[in-house]
């Protein structure tokens, strides 16, 4: 048995849809993770970067992607979702009746760039939609700064910032910046340092982050609202301008801090021309790259005996699905 195929015999797949998040698939590169689940014939995403802290030094989530096909072949009783381990990517496949779509979703090792791309047996039209709750300013609930640097004792009327979203063309741009106080203003004050306040680096002053979602032959197409845990969330959809049978698109992510928020796009744009030069080669690098990430090192227990039910076996699994979470953020 080659490395490979031991390797593939680890693949995670499942052949049912998911309830919620909480049952979803890692997918990442770079510095980049997605949780990857389907629900309810919707394909989701959500989006995190490593060094994304907003004003109270937590780390948002970029936002959630949704993705709907009409005519929805995974609506039918066909259905499957792999994560392959080999490539780090996620194929997600469906067949009603003789209509099957297929999905794969990968991250860009190199570049902080996201793709899902879609094939057809048939013409079909295709809605990607970035949504998120953070449309606007709102309070932190009860126990909800344990993920903050305020942790057990934030202030009262604590909010959690809004972003900013809007159509630019046929694209979606999305960002946070950190404006105003933050909690290192907050720190430094509580400490009574503001007089070498000047001589401190501030990670989180003019702090921006965030992307844009496009792709090819897509056009603007309004907006969504819906209610998720209780909280209200917006969407900003686009979608292809006609049936087809192959479709991709792309989310772009950028993050630095900036003087002003000009800057920040001048900086976004050049990162989009640049990663769509090197468009052609990006797969193949990235597929080089995991393909050294896992010959660097391997174990496998009794690879040529393959029995689930076996501690052995499911020991060398997890050994292997660990090692995946690491490459997903290698540069995190």
């Given amino acids: 048995m080659t490395q490979t195929q031991a390797l593939k015999q680890y693949n995670l797949v499942w052949e049912g849809q998911s309830l919620n998040s909480s049952e979803s698939m890692p997918c990442g590169g770079g510095d980049i993770g997605l949780n990857v689940w389907v629900e309810n014939g919707d394909i989701c995403l959500y989006i995190a970067r490593s060094g994304t802290f907003d004003e109270n030094n937590s780390m948002p989530k970029l936002g959630r992607i949704r993705i709907k096909c009409s005519p929805n072949s995974f609506e039918g009783r066909i259905f499957r979702q ?18 099957t779509t297929e999905v794969r979703v990968w991250v860009d090792v190199f570049s902080p760039v996201i793709h899902a791309e879609m094939t057809s047996n048939q013409k079909i039209n295709i ?6 709750w953070r449309f606007e300013d709102r ?6 700064s344990f993920g903050n640097s305020y942790k057990w004792a934030p202030p009262e009327g604590l909010k ?5 979203i809007g159509f630019q063309d046929s694209a979606v741009l999305f960002y946070h910046r950190n404006t105003g106080e933050t909690v290192f203003d907050v720190s430094v004050r509580q400490q009574t340092m503001d007089s070498v306040k000047h001589l401190m680096f501030d990670p989180l002053k003019n702090l921006t982050f965030g992307g844009k979602l ?15 845990l209780s909280f209200g969330y917006k969407g900003w959809k686009i979608e292809s301008k006609s049936p087809v049978e192959e479709q991709s698109f792309e989310i772009y992510l950028h993050t630095g801090q900036y003087e002003n928020k000009t800057d920040w796009d001048s900086a976004l744009e050049s990162l989009i021309s640049e990663c769509k030069k090197k468009k052609r080669t990006a797969r193949s690098e990235t597929l080089t790259w995991w393909q ?8 496998y227990i009794n690879p040529e005996n393959r029995n689930e039910d ?4 499911q020991v060398g699994r997890n050994y292997q699905l660990f090692r995946y979470m690491l490459g997903c953020n290698a540069y995190g």
């Fill in 292 to 299: 050294n990430y896992w010959e660097r090192s391997f174990i």
């Fill in 310 to 313: 076996e501690p052995e076996w």
């Fill in 127 to 132: 809605e990607v939609i970035y949504e998120t």
């Fill in 82 to 99: 792999e994560l392959d381990l080999k490539t780090g990517s996620i194929i997600i496949s469906g067949q009603n009746g003789k209509h």
């Fill in 214 to 228: 496009e792709g090819d032959d897509f056009i603007a197409a309004g907006n969504t609202e819906g209610e998720h």
């Fill in 139 to 144: 309070l932190l609930q009860e126990n909800e």
């Fill in 160 to 164: 959690t910032k809004k972003d900013e």
